[in-house]
């Protein structure tokens, strides 16, 4: 395998080549492989192009009644000629840019057939690609390069990143990788707080001490909140939020709502201590200004969302404890049937965070949230969504205070566009469905066909990566994570064989009792 310098083939005149976007290379020492880096040294400077497609092509079997004929039963009249010596191997690549004196420019002339090229070096492409070899997230490798991709942390975070995927791509798993990185930075490299978002519950093993020396312990640097603790203080909802919460409400109704709040806030702060909700629907029915239709709006919308179990007089855990500098907090929403109730508290925090961090009182952060388009569908019903507006604004505003988010998902078709477009850098696994596919080429940059096409024939844990990030679009495989594995999550064999034996065990004890 041509891993090293070393010349490997030269550039052909094809139909569309040598031009400044495509070029066509024989391989005649070692091979390449889709994906790889080639370079090529001529009169603009250094030449690097991407490797999008590998051909085979042989003269002996270009016509297809002549193969027919000589393979026929027996006949075997290829053995007699060097078939094999007329085999070339052909690589068909994009020039991303020209390397010129320690800088890049756009590939605007091309090299000449006949010039010679070479795998690309591990130098030339870290700089190339610009990675962060000193204090990068380092997420995996090129593969038949040995390069790390260490990723800059601004540049990846700063203007948000989306990680889109089909199911069981290995989108989850890049998670883990890149919580590692963010919790094992060190401090003066600049650290971020991160919340999760755990649709799934797929992240509690942070949490959980380790007893093996195979993984790494991250217990004292996580916390885990399970949605079923979460109490969100009503005093702490703002008007806004609370209209959000509430299908329907008319603009004289909030302003109605708005007044009530107002006063409790107000008696709060003259010594009457926090108030819930039925504090809220007393104040209402002593409205003197409220119509009674009003009234009965508005306790009747009040008392749907009591049937949550999610409100009380103050905040459980409060926001200051959830967010600190190389820290992650995995809230847990995988118990939470309710669609709405699982919006409810992810805008509830976005909104939170992000206002804390505008007034700076808590880190720099992101959060993680996975299953994305539930929470900012692009589609969305009469109800609303109540987290999609929250998740846009930080996604459209956040990079200006360091707020960022991450969105996960794996039907972007259905994820809101406004969000996904504001996501800088694009994280993609593999998608093999047609409508994805085209939605990913619309609003992912630097992503043409070609490019599509080596999307659906990726394998689990192998990513494309683009946007902000890197200069140019790089395939990479992600690293092995060294977190333990969750152990709430079982195979459908483990859970069949755990069914079984349990209720064989039930029925032991029944006998033994009788
Ligand atoms: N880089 C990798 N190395 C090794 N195994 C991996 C890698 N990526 C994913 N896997 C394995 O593939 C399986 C699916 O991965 P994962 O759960 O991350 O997929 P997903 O894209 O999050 O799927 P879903 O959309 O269903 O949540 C898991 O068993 C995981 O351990
Ligand atoms: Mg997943």
């Known amino acids: 395998m041509a891993a090293g310098n070393e010349e490997i083939g030269t550039v052909i005149s094809s139909i569309d080549g040598p031009s400044p976007s495509a070029l066509d290379v024989v391989i005649y020492a070692g091979i390449l492989h889709r994906g790889q880096f080639v370079e090529i040294d001529y009169s603009e400077g250094r030449m690097v192009c991407l490797v999008t497609d590998v051909v085979k092509t042989n003269r002996y079997f270009e016509r297809v009644e002549s193969v027919k004929e000589f393979e026929r039963a027996g006949k075997k009249l290829f053995e007699q000629f060097p078939t094999s010596e007329w085999e070339y191997l052909v690589a068909k690549t994009r020039p991303l840019g020209v390397y010129d004196k320690g800088l890049v420019k756009r590939s605007t002339f091309p090299p000449s057939p006949g010039a010679k090229v070479k795998v690309a070096a591990k130098e030339t492409l870290e ?105 969100i203080g009503v005093p702490k909802l703002s008007i806004g939020l609370l209209a959000a919460l509430i299908p329907g409400l008319s603009a004289p109704q909030k302003r109605d709502l708005a007044r009530v709040i107002e006063r409790l806030r107000k008696e709060m ?38 049937q949550l179990h999610l409100f009380g007089k103050t905040d459980a855990p409060s926001i200051s404890d959830l967010v600190k500098p190389g820290q992650l907090t995995i809230i847990d929403l995988s118990d939470v049937i309710d669609l709405k109730k699982k919006q409810i508290i992810v805008a509830y925090y976005a909104r939170k965070l992000f206002d804390e961090r505008r007034a700076k009182r808590v880190p720099p952060f992101s959060i993680v949230v996975e299953e994305a388009h539930q929470f900012a569908p692009e589609r969305v019903s009469k109800e609303g969504s109540i987290s999609k507006h929250v998740i846009e604004t930080i996604a459209r505003e956040g990079r200006k205070f360091g707020a960022g988010i991450c969105l996960i998902s ?52 192998e990513a494309i990566i683009v946007g902000e990030a890197v200069n140019y679009p790089v395939f990479f495989k992600v690293r092995k994570k060294t977190v333990q594995d969750s152990r709430h999550e079982k195979s459908l064999e483990a859970s069949a064989l755990e069914f079984e034996e349990n209720r064989e065990e039930a029925r032991k004890e029944l006998d033994d009792l009788l």
């Not at 601004?154 to 791509?169: D, N, T, V, Y």
């Open 269 to 306: 702060k003259d010594g009457l201590g926090p108030f819930d909700f039925n504090a809220v629907k007393a104040e209402i029915m002593k409205d003197s200004e409220m119509k009674e239709v009003t009234k009965m709006a508005l306790i009747g919308w009040i008392m749907s969302l009591e």
């Open 410 to 461: 794996q039907r972007p078709v259905n994820l809101s566009t406004t969000a996904i477009s504001q996501c800088g850098t694009h994280i993609i696994l593999r998608v093999t469905n047609p409508y994805d596919l085209d939605h990913i080429k619309q609003t992912s940059e630097g992503i043409d066909q070609r490019t599509v096409d080596m999307i659906t024939s990726l394998r689990t844990g």
């Open 127 to 231: 700089d190339f690609l610009g990675l962060d070899l000193e204090k990068g997230l380092m997420l995996g490798e090129i593969e038949h390069h040995g390069v790390s991709v260490k990723l800059n942390l601004s540049r990846l975070f700063q203007k948000h990143l989306a990680i889109l995927a089909m199911s069981g791509a290995g989108k989850s798993y890049l998670v883990s990788v890149l919580l590692e990185e963010l919790l094992e930075r060190k401090k003066e490299h600049g650290r971020l707080g991160v919340i999760v978002m755990d649709a799934h519950g797929e992240y509690r093993s942070f949490a959980e001490p380790v007893s093996d020396k195979k993984h790494t312990d991250f217990s004292s640097k996580s916390r885990f909140v399970r949605a079923s603790e979460i109490q």
